[in-house]
């Protein structure tokens, strides 16, 4: 299984690196995609190395998708690029996983209308005004999404996306 | 299960969040423990509660124990409360996890001696002064002792540790 993981300078450190982990643990990979090839800084200082600009993103070549919080959403969610990746995953109903800002992504692409979701406090009605079916909860699960509202749900998250992953690899 | 985790300010903040957030996905009970109770504040700045300090820890209440590294274990290890704690698990071949300077703690409580174990490359040499057979590997797994090098082996040190955990709660 092939995991895209966008993201940008400003990442939520915890975010990005708990999850990779999880994913290689599984013996997944992760591809870091970020507006340009090269070094992307975290909020903490944590530094990862993005192998993809988003314009050398091949979303059909990825079995998933995942979306960090922090303060790069912000900046990604005005991006068509990354707008275009995201409805390229939905289309074909491949699992797709956000955790708290991450969320606004996919609120900007479209996909959350009518959808049960979650995110970080401060941005729910962002998805809500996205036609997102908010629920304050530490995971929420509809189809093809899963997302989380902060760091300390990453245990829950986690559970419910290598699942999900799990699934998708047996071709359930 | 219950794990308790070692720690004090300085922790190298990925290594504790990860860990802790994986063996909570399982559903393992996870106790920070710390010189004093509260607040311990990691390199990059990551806060997390300490509900122990060194003398409140029943080591027999908990069933596995983790050295998460940073600069903490360089304190720590001089620490005869810590020292203590690390042979009463040692004794009862409980689970031991540490990576990256974690395993200075095992070195200098005296639990390594003719045993296999990795850490971070610059305290190799303080290992094998203590008698551990050092291995440049990702995972090193020796009886009841799991203990990896860096941030990066993660993946590979949680999978052998959960899977202790698992085997070691089923009773094998």
Redesign the interface.
């Known amino acids: 299984m092939k995991v895209l993981l966008v993201t940008a300078d400003g990442f939520e ?2 975010e990005l ?2 999850p990779m ?2 994913l ?2 599984e013996g997944f990979e992760v591809d870091i995609t970020a507006p340009e090839w090269g070094q992307v800084k975290g909020k ?3 530094v990862v190395s993005a192998n993809l600009s988003f314009d050398e993103v091949e979303p059909s070549a990825f079995d998933a998708l995942y979306l960090p919080g922090g303060k790069a959403p912000d900046k990604l969610k005005y991006s068509a690029e990354v707008q275009k990746i995201v409805q390229a995953f939905d289309r074909d109903k491949r699992p797709m996983a956000a955790i708290c800002h991450g969320p606004l992504i996919l609120a900007k692409a479209g996909v959350l209308s009518g959808r049960k979701a979650t995110c970080y406090w401060r941005v729910a009605e962002d998805i809500k005004a996205a036609g997102a079916i908010y629920e304050n909860v530490p995971v929420v699960i509809d189809g093809n999404l899963v997302t989380s509202r902060e ?1 300390a749900d ?3 998250f ?2 419910e996306f290598v699942s999900m992953l799990k699934r998708a690899q047996q071709g359930e």
Chains 1, 2 share one sequence.
């Open positions: 450190d915890s690196l708990c982990y999880r290689k643990e903490k200082g944590y760091p990453i245990p829950f986690m559970k």
